[in-house]
């Protein structure tokens, strides 16, 4: 009787776990291998969907209060690795709209923040970040201080990492759902 028990327990816990993963999949919009979930934090979501993205996305803000976006992968599909260098190119004026701030950080696979010598874990629209010629910014993404100014570099693990973007009081085009965030791009 209480193997029964303990199997049914364990039963119950993974299907509410694989449930609760496919509804936060449903709620998942990828645009350019960036992934976001507009609906968390909203009222007159259904306790499933609430449950479901709370799992995805513990403590977070409503959307339009703080939109989150985060990718493990590059433009061509590939986990983002250490052993490469990406780049992540916004034209000109397409900096994350925004009327707080907004920050762009790399963590492990698991979501802790890098511990990098440097001291350096993200970058933001206070990190002083030169723009190139045409206006457009380059964010640098590797391990090692790239040749030149830091402030447009997030240093990256030496293994697989997740990034992740994020914008406190997003602007009009994001909350309308209108702006993407541009891919990562393997460089070397």
Do not use: C
Not at 76 to 92: C, D, T
Not at 119 to 137: A, E, M
Not at 158 to 179: C, E, H, N, Q, T
């Amino acid at each position: 009787m209480v193997q029964g028990v303990i199997i049914g327990a364990t039963l119950a816990f993974l299907t509410t776990i694989l449930t609760l993963d496919a509804v936060a999949r449903a709620e998942t919009r990828t645009v350019n291998g960036w992934s976001s979930i507009r609906k968390v934090g909203q009222p007159g979501n259904g306790l499933l969907v609430r449950a479901a993205l709370q799992k995805a996305l513990p403590v977070v803000n409503a959307f339009e209060e703080a939109a989150y976006w985060t990718t493990s992968v590059d433009s061509a599909g590939k986990k983002l690795s250490g052993e490469h260098i990406y780049r992540l190119h916004f034209p000109p004026g397409q900096l994350p709209p925004n009327d707080a701030f907004w920050s762009l950080t790399a963590t492990d696979t698991v979501g802790y923040m890098v511990n990098h010598p440097s001291g350096r874990s993200s970058v933001d629209d206070h990190s002083g970040l030169v723009t190139n010629s045409d206006g457009s910014v380059d964010i640098l993404l590797q391990p090692q201080q790239p040749n030149g100014p830091a402030g447009n570099w997030v240093p990256t693990p030496s293994g697989r990492f997740k990034l992740m973007l994020r914008a406190y009081l997003p602007g009009v085009a994001i909350v309308d759902g209108s702006y993407e965030v541009p891919p990562v791009v393997e460089v070397a």
